[in-house]
């Protein structure tokens, strides 16, 4: 009787675990994105959204550019986190804080100073 209920108790965690991952972000995510705004510490600043761009495919594979920089690998989105790992590259992580299906607001932290990209669907 006991091993019955740990049992259920466990695969109900198992397949509440299993399905943190398959959220509704992913679906959204898939598409071609540009920028149109980038905030630092809630300002606007010199870094050029308009030429930032992302492309997140079915597969989990994305494509990155930066005015010059160019960058590819695989992403994984759980719940409101972006994990991207560049080809060589360590894996990093963005909050997603807003998407829907045209835009996309990420909220990341460089050197500890925090930054808001926003984003529109091409």
Known sequence: MIRSA???KM??????FASCGNTE????????????????DGKPSE???AGTHFNFNDKGEYTF?????????????END????????????MVKITRISKDSLVFDMSREGQPETLILLRK
């Open 47 to 49: 870094l050029n959204a």
């Open 11 to 16: 695969i109900s965690f198992l397949v509440l």
């Open 25 to 40: 972000n992913n679906k959204l995510i898939i598409g071609k994105w540009s920028g149109t705004a980038w905030l630092v």
């Open 81 to 92: 986190m972006l994990f991207t790992t560049a080809s060589g590259q360590k894996e990093m």
């Open 65 to 77: 550019e930066y005015n010059d920089i160019k960058e590819n690998g695989t992403y994984k989105v």
């Open 6 to 8: 740990i049992l259920v």
